[in-house]
């Protein structure tokens, strides 16, 4: 196992000594992720955070963004109030699961002396100094595995529960087709670490009766297309009905997957704040990032997101993923 752990990632062998390098370098190191986080980009930082704290003693390691209103206190621990002094002193940056710089959650970045990126998006944009991505894996947290166990380094079993949520989460708990034997290798290695996965889908999976009401909802309010392409809309409305924000629109969107006759499931989501209607693309065996792209988003070949302007717009974008299937 350990040299197929070690064949998959050899051909990043120099980037990933120059990233321990790096973090020997600086005393003072940061780690950064995309806005509006989910499991992989929570689970990837916090992983990382763990990581230094444990082999790279007497350094000042910090994380910083957005909270999340469900997963902040329930997996992970509220994100770090940094004031904008501790950004004037030279510092490492490290950001991971970020494609494009604008979706970072917080900018400081910028000010960072050395940015090492660690990704699994197709490539979008470079904007570090050391880009470290493979967009074979299921998450970045399964990259971040792959890194930190074929290392000389320590993997504690906090660090190997945070990298557990990243991958779990965004494997869709081993279901996506992204998921790959070497997914479940690295499942092993990090199980191996003395983890309870039972008390970690608890964190991850428990819910309320509230949540059920939601779902009823959707289930009543759904519609499919003539060629398979299922849909749900959530207006602002709908939201404070259930009490919901709008980066949540999208936590059901897997209940339409495994269901003959449905290619494809959609959800749309209405955000007040950003005068937008959220929108995630999800397949079953056909890439539909060209749709999302065409819409000003992207992603991955089966899971995909963009924004668009109105629902006009959005029933358009229904009718292009119609004619795609």
């Known amino acids: 196992m350990e ?23 600086y005393d003072r190191i940061c780690v950064f992720r995309h806005n509006k986080p989910d499991y992989d980009a ?25 909270d999340h209103v ?7 621990p509220k994100m770090m109030n940094v004031k904008d002094e501790w950004f004037k002193k030279p510092f490492l940056a490290i950001i991971v699961d970020l494609s494009n710089l604008d979706r970072v959650a917080d ?40 890194m930190l166990l074929t290392s000389k380094y320590k993997v504690t079993k906090e660090c190997a529960a945070y990298l557990w949520k990243a991958i779990v989460g965004d494997s869709g708990r081993f279901l996506y087709q992204e998921t790959t034997a070497f997914t479940f290798s690295i499942a092993q290695k990090l199980m191996e670490t003395g983890i309870d996965a039972h008390q970690i889908y608890a964190e991850m999976y428990n819910e309320k009766i509230s949540d059920l009401e939601v779902r009823k909802f959707i289930l009543q309010n759904y519609k ?9 809309i959530l207006k602002d409305e709908d939201l ?39 929108i995630s693309l999800r397949s079953a065996d056909k890439p539909i990032n060209e749709v999302a792209a065409k819409y000003g988003g992207g992603g991955h070949a089966f899971a995909s997101g963009c924004k668009v302007k109105d ?14 299937f």
């Open 3 to 25: 040299k197929a752990l070690l064949s998959r990632i050899s051909k990043f062998k120099k980037q990933i000594a120059t990233m321990f390098s790096k973090i020997n370098e």
């Open 42 to 66: 929570f689970g990837t930082q916090l992983a990382l955070v763990e990581f230094i704290k444990t082999n790279f003693k007497n350094k000042e390691v910090i994380y910083v963004g957005d």
């Open 70 to 76: 469900s997963l902040t206190g329930k997996c992970f």
């Open 107 to 146: 900018e400081r970045c910028k000010k960072s002396e050395y940015m090492i990126k660690i990704d699994h998006h197709p490539l979008v944009e470079k904007f570090a100094d050391l880009e470290i991505v493979d967009d074979t894996m299921v998450a970045a947290g399964e990259f971040l595995a792959a």
């Open 224 to 232: 499919v297309t003539k060629h398979g392409v299922a849909y749900y």
């Open 240 to 278: 404070k009905k259930f009490n919901l924000m709008p980066v949540q629109g999208k936590d059901n969107i897997n209940l339409f997957s495994h269901i003959e006759g449905i290619n494809a499931w959609i959800s749309c989501t209405e955000d007040k704040s950003e005068d937008k209607w959220r």
């Open 311 to 324: 629902l006009k717009t959005f029933m358009k974008l229904i009718e292009d993923l119609d004619k795609l």
